[in-house]
């Protein structure tokens, strides 16, 4: 072997022991396309249950006003039972992966991609959640996209980097959400359910198709 | 010849290079994340941290949780700045032969 390979090798080895070192790297491709599979039935849900109304308007304050706030309680369970959904699919592709890869499902990379990952999550929710007291229902839809987008670019650094493009999309479409309020399912249904299924079949092609 | 010269001695083992490249980028690894990122016996990576500690590439702290003994590993500045030369080192050498 020349030295100029054993050099490149080198290299190679120095940057593959720096990543699994540092980053959360079993995360599965399956993973983004269970989750957006799940976000799907849900917008389908929420859509239905919205159609329903006979209202002509996507104006969840509007129809909300005419037609009670029960229908605000069932949209709050199809959310709560997607999200419930979403991640538990996830998260068994991911533990299938990290089981083939040999890597601990709850060691030192996973923890401080969650936490990463949990911090603009959560404040985003509270946030939510208040405006949500306060009878602002306009934001609702565009905050989940860019808090969840804010909270996948910060834990990029901790696990396979192309997820940040993933929240480069999400954070753009809750930024045009912005400007076309009352659209907000189809925003959600685009950026939850679209782009994590693109996301997922890509890293799914780039990194785990050759080594079934 | 200053290209080999570049290449240090203590990091020309793929063991030792895994070791530091996992100190570089944490603050702090203990003795047995280290293992299992290296797939290696206890004894054989005692020996690759001992020869790191000996060349002042590497500090132990030795501590403990509950009541076992927790060994942790960091880079010193000294070796931060060998293993970084080492790597100008290696890139030197792949551009030069092109």
Redesign the interface.
């Known amino acids: 072997m020349?030295?100029?390979q054993q050099?490149?090798e080198?290299?190679q080895?120095?940057?593959k022991?720096?990543e699994?070192?540092?980053r959360f790297i079993s995360l599965s491709g399956l993973s983004g396309i269970a989750a957006g599979i799940c976000a799907l039935i849900g917008a389908w849900f929420a859509w239905n249950r919205l159609h329903r109304t006979q209202s002509e308007t996507y104006d969840l304050v509007r129809i909300i006003t005419t037609n009670g706030a029960e229908i605000l309680d069932e949209l709050f369970w199809i959310a709560t039972y997607t999200f419930i959904g979403a991640f538990i699919s996830a998260f068994f592709f991911t533990y299938l992966r990290s089981r083939k890869d040999r890597v601990?499902m709850f060691?030192?990379t996973t923890m401080r991609l969650l936490w990463n990952v949990v911090i603009p999550m959560a404040v985003g929710g509270i946030f939510l959640i208040r405006m949500m007291y306060n009878g602002e229902f306009e934001l609702v839809a565009p905050g989940c996209l860019i808090f969840y987008g804010l909270a996948l670019v910060n834990g990029s650094k901790y696990t396979l980097g192309e997820i940040r493009y993933l929240g480069y999309g999400m954070l753009a479409l809750g930024i045009m959400n912005l400007f076309y309020v009352g659209y907000g399912l189809y925003f959600w249904a685009m950026g939850f359910g679209i782009l994590h299924i693109a996301y997922g079949i890509t890293m799914w092609m780039k990194y785990e198709r050759n080594s079934n | 010849m200053s290209l080999i010269e570049g290449l240090n001695k203590i990091f020309d083992n793929?063991i030792r290079?895994?070791i530091?490249?996992?100190l570089?980028?944490?603050e702090e690894?203990n003795f047995n994340?280290l293992k299992?990122?290296?797939d290696i016996t206890d004894g054989n990576l005692a020996s690759h941290l001992k020869s790191l500690e000996e060349s002042g590439s590497i500090k132990v702290q030795k501590g403990f949780i509950g009541r076992k003994t927790n060994t942790t590993y960091s880079v010193t500045k000294a070796g931060e700045k060998a293993f970084k030369a080492h790597?100008a080192a290696?890139?030197q050498?792949?551009k030069s032969?092109?």
Do not use: C, F, W, Y
Request: proline share 3%.
């Open positions: 020349s030295e100029q050099s490149l080198d290299l080895h120095i940057k022991m720096m699994r070192s540092s601990p060691g030192k | 793929r290079l895994g530091m490249s996992a570089m980028v944490n690894v994340e299992e990122l290296l790597i290696l890139e050498m792949i032969t092109k």
